[in-house]
């Protein structure tokens, strides 16, 4: 079962009441520590696995799952706590475990982490991490030049879970601190009318225009994305409303679940969550949330104009009617509903740029006006029962959230420690560097093929942090900035939500709308084309990612691009025979690929 599954088992009576007050415990623990002041790494980041435990190993578990969930919870949770009670004794060890007993417990910590991220998303991330462990623990046996000295048991051990690195490190250090936070808000947002919100702003703008229904989907996406940072979960909430209205308008089955999932995987590049990726590239990267922020704008902008030229492409073709009069809200509705993620939104922008506060303190401000919000609906009435029930949902959702992503970032550290521990990323990089010859353009091929399989298993944030990890030292080598680097890699993993085999948000939208999955994934595929493209056109036109440094430069450099991926867009969509489509295909790559000078 998922973490968003309902547990019976906590529907009513003590048992809802303490997964309730774990949930709260979870929220108010994690807003606490950014006004707390300094909180010691081995007490904030060994508690937030304490808080993640129980909702990935027993919350919706059932049967022998869930009673194995408790031992597991109860061993993982101990030994983070003696992590945290012990903390002053294990920073004099420098990462060495001390006796038999230490070891025991550190091994207990990384089997329960991953077998939490199994639970929480399945087998492959876990099995990545296994098989980095097995080559720290056995690669001295491997010869030639992948094999590594070797490293005590005890050195190994303790550099992964008693040091302020691997399972403590700096990603840890970015769920706790920041992503966590990102996810209460958007969970309080989430809970309130901010969704319809989304909604319907996106049918007033968008709604009579020709392929309205879709192009709403859109909009939606991009602003439900903004906020969620999860493809699944964006096709799941926005698609339960727009799929219908395509259905019903007569829009091709394969179109409308095609729109629903390129539109919501959108929400993983779009500022300012971008699925927790923007805070992982703060901490790997040193630059500012704010720079992250302007150089990811203006490249998931163009993401979502190619969607927008291909399904106006599409709209032409079929002739798919905009919604209704009766089917768009009224603007009563569009003003008052707005301003439920609007306020929150203005005040999180508010705190970053005009009181200039860290991204956390200035998100944790907006909860608190998001949650001022749960008091009233639309119909700007108090109801004390109807307010309670949204701050349940507020906390219960924000604390298996937090738990989801902690799942992920736990396990991904493992791996990133043990390339650290034993060298691996160095030579995976040079490998990298010798079989491209020294070359750009194939270490891109290269990356982008990596990328693309690692995502086809692994969620988008782990495969960016495992990639960037070994491929991007090769391309900051190779001449491209680390930001550049990084946005790359990070697009290119999330090119497996849509391309096959594996494309989860297809899979989603296909089963919701009752279409073949592979015809989506193709048609997907066609409208999703600037995904493939764009991380071209960055590393083409650096100037696209300068919005902070050259305003002017970067919205030229958009502009060029925007082109380019129109006719490439109308090209693949438009059937006015092949030599014109070819032309036209050929022109918009010479556009996206022709660097300015």
């Given at each position: 079962?998922?973490?968003?599954?309902?547990?019976?088992?906590?529907?009513?009576?003590?048992?809802?009441?303490?997964?309730?007050?774990?949930?709260?415990?979870?929220?108010?623990?994690?807003?606490?520590?950014?006004?707390?002041?300094?909180?010691?790494?081995?007490?904030?980041?060994?508690?937030?696995?304490?808080?993640?435990?129980?909702?990935?190993?027993?919350?919706?578990?059932?049967?022998?799952?869930?009673?194995?969930?408790?031992?597991?919870?109860?061993?993982?949770?101990?030994?983070?706590?003696?992590?945290?009670?012990?903390?002053?004794?294990?920073?004099?060890?420098?990462?060495?475990?001390?006796?038999?007993?230490?070891?025991?417990?550190?091994?207990?910590?990384?089997?329960?982490?991953?077998?939490?991220?199994?639970?929480?998303?399945?087998?492959?991330?876990?099995l990545v991490a296994a098989i980095a462990l097995l080559y720290g623990l056995f690669g001295q046996y491997i010869p030639g030049r992948f094999g590594h000295s070797g490293t005590p048991?005890?050195?190994?051990?303790?550099?992964?879970?008693?040091?302020?690195?691997?399972?403590?490190?700096?990603?840890?250090?970015?769920?706790?601190?920041?992503?966590?936070?990102?996810?209460?808000?958007?969970?309080?947002?989430?809970?309130?009318?901010?969704?319809?919100?989304?909604?319907?702003?996106?049918?007033?703008?968008?709604?009579?225009?020709?392929?309205?229904?879709?192009?709403?989907?859109?909009?939606?996406?991009?602003?439900?994305?903004?906020?969620?940072?999860s493809a699944s979960a964006n096709v799941a909430s926005t698609g339960a409303v727009t799929l219908p209205a395509m259905e019903k308008l007569g829009y091709p089955k394969r179109i409308?679940?095609?729109?629903?999932?390129?539109?919501?995987?959108?929400?993983?590049?779009?500022?300012?969550?971008?699925?927790?990726?923007?805070?992982?590239?703060?901490?790997?990267?040193?630059?500012?949330?704010?720079?992250?922020?302007?150089?990811?704008?203006?490249?998931?902008?163009?993401?979502?104009?190619?969607?927008?030229?291909?399904?106006?492409?599409?709209?032409?073709?079929?002739?798919?009617?905009?919604?209704?009069?009766?089917?768009?809200?009224?603007?009563?509705?569009?003003?008052?509903?707005?301003?439920?993620?609007?306020?929150?939104?203005?005040?999180?922008?508010?705190?970053?740029?005009?009181?200039?506060?860290?991204?956390?303190?200035?998100?944790?401000?907006?909860?608190?006006?998001?949650?001022?919000?749960?008091?009233?609906?639309?119909?700007?009435?108090?109801?004390?029962?109807?307010?309670?029930?949204?701050?349940?949902?507020?906390?219960?959702?924000?604390?298996?959230?937090?738990?989801?992503?902690?799942?992920?970032?736990?396990?991904?550290?493992?791996?990133?420690?043990?390339?650290?521990?034993?060298?691996?990323?160095?030579?995976?990089?040079?490998?990298?560097?010798?079989?491209?010859?020294?070359?750009?353009?194939?270490?891109?091929?290269?990356?982008?093929?990596?990328?693309?399989?690692?995502?086809?298993?692994?969620?988008?944030?782990?495969?960016?942090?495992?990639?960037?990890?070994?491929?991007?030292?090769?391309?900051?080598?190779?001449?491209?900035?680390?930001?550049?680097?990084?946005?790359?890699?990070?697009?290119?993993?999330?090119?497996?939500?849509?391309?096959?085999?594996?494309?989860?948000?297809?899979?989603?939208?296909?089963?919701?709308?009752?279409?073949?999955?592979?015809?989506?994934?193709?048609?997907?595929?066609?409208?999703?084309?600037?995904?493939?493209?764009?991380?071209?056109?960055?590393?083409?036109?650096?100037?696209?990612?300068?919005?902070?440094?050259?305003?002017?430069?970067?919205?030229?450099?958009?502009?060029?691009?925007?082109?380019?991926?129109?006719?490439?867009?109308?090209?693949?969509?438009?059937?006015?025979?092949?030599?014109?489509?070819?032309?036209?295909?050929?022109?918009?790559?010479?556009?996206?690929?022709?660097?300015?000078?």
């Open positions: 079962m998922s973490l968003t599954t309902p547990d019976p088992a906590a529907q009513a009576g003590p048992v809802r009441l303490f997964w309730l007050g774990l949930a709260l415990a979870s929220v108010v623990f994690h807003i606490g520590l950014v006004f707390w002041g300094l909180v010691p790494n081995l007490v904030s980041r060994p508690m937030h696995l304490v808080f993640v435990l129980p909702w990935v190993l027993v919350w919706g578990q059932a049967g022998l799952m869930r009673h194995s969930g408790y031992v597991l919870a109860v061993l993982g949770v101990g030994a983070a706590l003696w992590v945290v009670f012990n903390r002053d004794m294990l920073g004099d060890q420098y990462g060495f475990l001390e006796g038999q007993g230490q070891v025991a417990i550190a091994a207990v910590l990384i089997l329960v982490v991953l077998e939490a991220a199994r639970r929480a998303i399945g087998w492959p991330l876990p048991i005890e050195s190994f051990l303790g550099t992964l879970t008693i040091a302020e690195g691997a399972l403590w490190g700096s990603l840890t250090q970015v769920s706790v601190n920041v992503v966590a936070i990102f996810v209460i808000f958007g969970a309080v947002l989430n809970a309130g009318e901010a969704g319809q919100g989304f909604m319907n702003v996106a049918s007033a703008a968008a709604g009579r225009l020709r392929g309205g229904a879709a192009k709403v989907s859109v909009l939606s996406s991009a602003l439900f994305g903004s906020i969620s940072g409308a679940g095609a729109v629903e999932a390129v539109a919501s995987s959108g929400g993983q590049i779009m500022p300012p969550l971008m699925g927790a990726g923007a805070f992982v590239m703060v901490e790997l990267t040193g630059v500012p949330y704010t720079g992250i922020m302007a150089a990811a704008a203006l490249p998931a902008l163009l993401y979502f104009w190619a969607v927008w030229v291909g399904i106006d492409g599409y709209a032409a073709r079929f002739d798919l009617r905009g919604l209704a009069d009766a089917d768009r809200p009224a603007r009563r509705d569009v003003l008052v509903t707005s301003a439920f993620f609007l306020v929150p939104f203005l005040i999180l922008l508010w705190g970053m740029f005009v009181m200039r506060v860290t991204p956390q303190y200035a998100a944790c401000l907006s909860i608190f006006a998001g949650a001022a919000l749960l008091l009233v609906g639309s119909d700007l009435r108090f109801n004390a029962r109807r307010a309670l029930e949204r701050a349940e949902l507020a906390v219960m959702t924000a604390a298996r959230q937090v738990a989801l992503i902690g799942a992920i970032i736990f396990c991904a550290s493992i791996v990133i420690g043990v390339l650290g521990v034993t060298g691996l990323g160095v030579k995976i990089t040079s490998l990298i560097l010798s079989a491209s010859g020294g070359m750009l353009w194939p270490s891109l091929l290269l990356t982008a093929c990596a990328c693309l399989i690692l995502g086809m298993e692994v969620p988008t944030t782990a495969a960016y942090v495992i990639c960037v990890s070994v491929a991007g030292p090769a391309l900051i080598k190779l001449g491209m900035e680390p930001l550049q680097a990084h946005l790359f890699v990070f697009w290119y993993a999330l090119l497996s939500t849509i391309t096959p085999p594996v494309c989860g948000a297809v899979f989603i939208a296909a089963g919701m709308i009752g279409e073949n999955w592979l015809r989506v994934a193709l048609t997907a595929m066609t409208l999703g084309v600037g995904l493939y493209l764009i991380p071209l056109g960055m590393v083409a036109n650096p100037g696209i990612t300068a919005l902070a440094e050259a305003p002017g430069w970067a919205v030229l450099a958009m502009v060029k691009v925007g082109a380019g991926l129109a006719l490439v867009s109308l090209s693949l969509v438009l059937k006015k025979g092949w030599p014109l489509r070819a032309a036209a295909f050929a022109a918009g790559l010479f556009l996206i690929l022709w660097p300015m000078s």
